[in-house]
């Protein structure tokens, strides 16, 4: 079954999303205390050590966030898992999703109690990185290769779709789980042929290896989503406005820090709270690369889900057995609060 037939197939089966209205509001909740700013707590994807985190610093730093009456505090996150530990205990407001990731989760019925509410990243950031030198020109020159994976996350999750999307028998590719720190310098000693990453550590990773190329995961799973942010079901039930004014700032900062990158990696590099992170050039040549991830061709908003596409996401990856129950995407999205 390709791609299209299946989305045909989800499209023919009925699947619609339900685009239903959240209560208004308690006004005591959404006014805060005598106009103070209203302290929103978030985690980023992984840690703070890389440029793409920048657009959270840089709309702090622009004033963003307090325009919308938002003091924000940002929590290094630790992937999905514990992105969604940390919102159900009570530690963040907001958390960064890796939405596939999230799916996955949903559906094993480990986190049900949030939602997700904007979409950062409108395709898929993994990819696999080899050297330029090392022969494989093509994906399916993997087979009997060394890659260095990180076990249960989103990219190891997702190749054996990646894999026979292009003509590669996962099953022939060695997988290896060294610590991630690890995975550049030993992309270099060639004590891997490839590595599991993301598109934008292209320029960090060169720093280390020398030329690279990739295989962009966007490229076989067009249709899948990246991160986004999500919420507990009971703030976006009762403070939908606070949601809302969150998503707008942050959504403007990422789309200021790659439509402006150098300035972004300096104010990145520059604030104490990315310290010992990725240089200025660093920072910014990872919210170059970001770009065109963040704006989606498909005349949406930047931050609005396709219900359409999530429906699709989601069989995709039941088909290709990440999940294996049915997810209603309309269980898993509130509309309406990306801004």
Known sequence: MTRRTFGAGVLATGVVLAVGCTRD????????????????????????ATGREAYLTLAEEKGFFAEEGIQLEVVPGEGTATNLTQLATGLVDIATVDINAGLVEFAKGTFTDFVLTAVLHAQLLGCVIVREDS????????????????????????FPAFAQLNGLDAATVELVSPPPPSFGALLATGEVDAIQQFVLARSAIEREAGPVRFFAYSDALPELYGSGLGCSRRLAEEDPGLVRAFNRAALRGLQYAVSNPQEAGEIFAGHPRHEGGQPAPVAAKENELLAPYVRADDGLAVGEF??????????????????????????LVAPGLFG
């Open 25 to 48: 509001p308690d006004p005591a909740i959404t006014a805060g205390r005598n106009g103070e700013l209203r302290l929103v707590r978030v985690n980023t994807g992984l840690g703070l």
């Open 135 to 158: 022969g494989i020109t093509r994906a399916r020159d993997l087979a009997g290769k060394r890659l260095a994976v990180i076990p249960g996350g989103t990219n190891t999750i997702l």
């Open 306 to 331: 396709d219900p359409v596409r999530l429906a699709q996401s989601a069989g995709i990856l039941r088909s290709y057995g990440v999940i294996d129950s049915p997810v209603r995407p309309e269980d």
